[in-house]
């Protein structure tokens, strides 16, 4: 245990429910400059064998890193962050959007202050992320 924290390995983050709607996907498609127009485009998704439109990979593990920053409160001590995109998001056209469901565990405390926290983001009950590794600066 990181005695100035009280964090443990081992310990859980509190989980966060996301919502996912297509007006989200269009600002982030604006912001990122990404106008593929799978993640807007029903249409384009079913011609390439998409289920549906599918949310930006990158906006994917964006929102399920909330889960850190928020529980850090200083988006500035998240020193490093990766995950791999093993499922898609599949954002209907309605106004309740998809539901990612995120968890994250401390795996580890570093005698140098940092952490590693494993991150889980599911939609439908299935994993989208694999590998999502975050290492935090823990407050003193």
């Known amino acids: 245990m990181a005695?100035?924290?009280g964090v443990a390995a081992g310990?859980?983050?509190?989980?966060?429910e996301l919502r996912v709607r297509r007006s989200d996907l269009v600002r982030y498609a604006g912001a990122s400059l990404d106008f593929n127009p799978i993640h807007w485009n029903e249409r384009v998704a079913?011609?390439?064998g998409l289920p549906g439109v599918i949310a930006h990979g990158m906006y994917t593990m964006a929102i399920a890193g909330r889960i850190v920053?928020?529980?850090l409160t200083d988006p500035g001590a998240l020193l490093e962050y990766g995950a791999r995109f093993i499922r898609p998001v599949i954002?209907?056209?309605?106004?309740e959007g998809a539901r990612v469901e995120v968890t994250a565990k401390v795996r580890d405390i570093r005698d140098d202050g940092t952490a590693r926290?494993?991150?889980?983001?599911?939609f439908e009950g299935k994993a989208v992320l694999g590998k999502a590794i975050a290492i935090v600066r823990l407050p003193e």
């Not at 310990?11 to 966060?16: A, G, K, R, V």
């Open 3 to 5: 005695a100035s924290t």
């Open 11 to 16: 310990s859980e983050l509190p989980p966060l």
């Open 46 to 48: 079913d011609e390439v």
């Open 69 to 71: 920053t928020d529980w």
């Open 91 to 95: 954002v209907p056209n309605d106004d």
């Open 117 to 122: 926290i494993d991150i889980t983001a599911k």
